[in-house]
């Protein structure tokens, strides 16, 4: 069973926008991680927060965690075409397995 | 630093015959996991290794599927007999520990025809 959910499935947008893309989980997690799987590639971990942050910045990636919520979002900002990928959250629950959600596939247009 | 290693990176058998794919992790990672990954959809946990222990396998069909981890290092999946619905990408992954990030291998595409 799948613990956490991406929201939207796919979304669609211009080079240079911000996307941004949801998950919601349901158990207590001590963190969460977001993934990214370009075609032909393997995933490629791009963030993890903690349970006990609420934000957190690396590049053009900005994650929130509202653990109230069950709840993260992934901001890419000012988009590019290389960003097209499927982008994943993973939320383990307290002590182990790593478990993925369905993904949103993201397509940045040129 | 040397990547999760996997091999083979494309396999097409028949229905009923046996499949084994291969991973190397990285040095030193305590965890190991193996993932199906059905085109669409998100990765599925199949096993996943403590050191040479079972930890959680519970997603793993066992009446076909088998994994080991020799001395805490390579780990093999096997398949057998494999059937179409197997057709996927098979994910290896390793980190330090259970629920730090992990890192993937270029995955093993099967093919069942």
């Known amino acids: 069973s799948q613990q956490g959910e991406e929201d939207p499935q796919a979304l669609s947008i211009q080079e240079g926008e911000n996307a941004t893309m949801n998950c919601s989980y349901k158990?207590?997690?001590?963190?969460l991680q977001w993934y990214r799987q370009n075609s032909g590639r393997g995933l490629v971990h791009l963030i993890l927060?903690?349970?006990?942050?609420r934000e957190k910045h690396s590049g053009r990636l900005r994650v929130t965690l509202d653990t109230s919520k069950k709840s993260s979002s992934l901001l890419i900002t000012a988009s590019r075409a290389a960003d097209t990928a499927s982008y994943f959250c993973?939320?383990?629950?307290?002590?182990?397995?790593?478990?993925f959600g369905a993904g949103t596939r993201l397509f940045v247009k040129a | 630093e040397a990547g999760v290693a996997q091999s083979p990176r494309y396999k097409i058998i028949e229905k009923r015959q046996s499949v084994a794919f291969w991973c190397n992790p990285i040095?030193?990672?305590?965890?190991l996991y193996w993932y199906q990954q059905i085109l669409g959809q998100g990765p599925k946990l199949l096993i996943q290794?403590?050191?040479?222990?079972?930890?959680?396998d519970s997603q793993l069909p066992k009446d076909r599927f088998s994994a080991e981890r020799l001395k805490g290092v390579d780990s093999t999946l096997k398949i057998q007999p494999a059937k179409l619905e197997d057709s996927a990408v098979y994910l290896c992954?390793?980190?330090?520990?259970?629920?730090?990030?992990?890192?993937f291998g270029q995955g093993t595409r099967l093919t069942v025809v």
């Open positions: 992954a390793s980190s330090f520990e259970g629920d730090t990030e992990a890192f």
């Open positions: 158990t207590s997690i001590n963190n």
């Open positions: 927060i903690r349970s006990n942050e």
């Open positions: 993973a939320t383990p629950p307290r002590g182990f397995k790593t478990i």
């Open positions: 040095s030193g990672h305590a965890t």
């Open positions: 290794f403590q050191n040479n222990g079972v930890v959680d």
